[in-house]
């Protein structure tokens, strides 16, 4: 996932949901400028503990994409950063317009968003009820949501296809979390569906990469 959206990070990055940081650690480590953030104070003090020693953490932040006031309560970082990032952030709020218009606020001119959500609705299932998701996209309906608020998309595509597939097992199996020894396997299988969605054109995924510049 990582090396996926490297190469559409640029400038003063901030990444929002940053959680116990799994994907800001890669980034930190090739030397990015970037910012950390999280809504939940558990995540926010772990992040602390975890990357407060490097020298290119932007600054770790307390971020609510659903708070009411949301532009002036974030004024003091209005328009700056280049780009903003989410992962697996946006399926987990109710208004999903609305954080993007949010994550815009916090975007210089011309400054990109890039963002990652679970595919295909007729995937949901007791593990995404579990997770806390909403919704799944398609490629149509979130560039729908972009285009109606005001972003240009650059990129668009699918992502993780073997995922697909285990996905479908634990819906098929009512799943409500990932067992461990399945999560051993389908770890050692990332070559293979690294093979997949190249050779396919990330054509289908379990997951959405879209990028996108602010007007």
């Known amino acids: 996932m990582f090396k996926t959206i490297l190469p559409f990070a640029n400038g003063s990055v901030l990444e929002i949901g940053s959680g116990i940081g799994n994907i800001s650690e890669f980034f930190l480590a090739h030397k990015i400028n970037i910012t950390l953030s999280d809504y939940d104070d558990i995540y926010i003090s772990e992040l602390k503990s975890r990357f407060s020693k490097y020298s290119n953490l932007g600054g770790i932040l307390k971020i609510d994409l659903q708070h009411p006031e949301f532009a002036s309560y974030y004024a003091s970082i209005k328009n700056k950063f280049d780009t903003v990032i989410?992962?697996?952030?946006?399926?987990?709020?109710?208004?999903?317009?609305?954080?993007?218009?949010?994550?815009?606020?916090?975007?210089?001119?011309?400054?990109?968003?890039?963002?990652?959500?679970?595919?295909?609705?007729?995937?949901?299932?007791?593990?995404?009820?579990?997770?806390?998701?909403?919704?799944?996209?398609?490629?149509?309906?979130?560039?729908?949501?972009?285009?109606?608020?005001?972003?240009?998309?650059?990129?668009?595509?699918?992502?993780?296809?073997?995922?697909?597939?285990?996905?479908?097992?634990?819906?098929?199996?009512?799943?409500?979390?990932?067992?461990?020894?399945?999560?051993?396997?389908?770890?050692?299988?990332?070559?293979?569906?690294k093979f997949l969605d190249s050779i396919f054109f990330n054509k289908a995924g379990l997951s959405i990469i879209m990028v996108a510049r602010k007007k």
């Open 86 to 193: 989410l992962l697996n952030v946006l399926e987990h709020l109710k208004d999903d317009q609305a954080a993007l218009v949010n994550a815009r606020f916090l975007l210089k001119q011309g400054g990109v968003i890039i963002v990652l959500t679970p595919s295909y609705q007729f995937l949901y299932s007791s593990l995404d009820k579990e997770l806390g998701h909403y919704r799944r996209y398609t490629l149509k309906k979130l560039g729908d949501i972009f285009t109606m608020n005001n972003f240009e998309i650059q990129k668009k595509f699918y992502f993780n296809l073997l995922g697909t597939l285990a996905w479908l097992y634990g819906k098929l199996l009512k799943l409500k979390s990932i067992p461990s020894g399945e999560m051993r396997f389908y770890n050692k299988l990332v070559p293979v569906g």
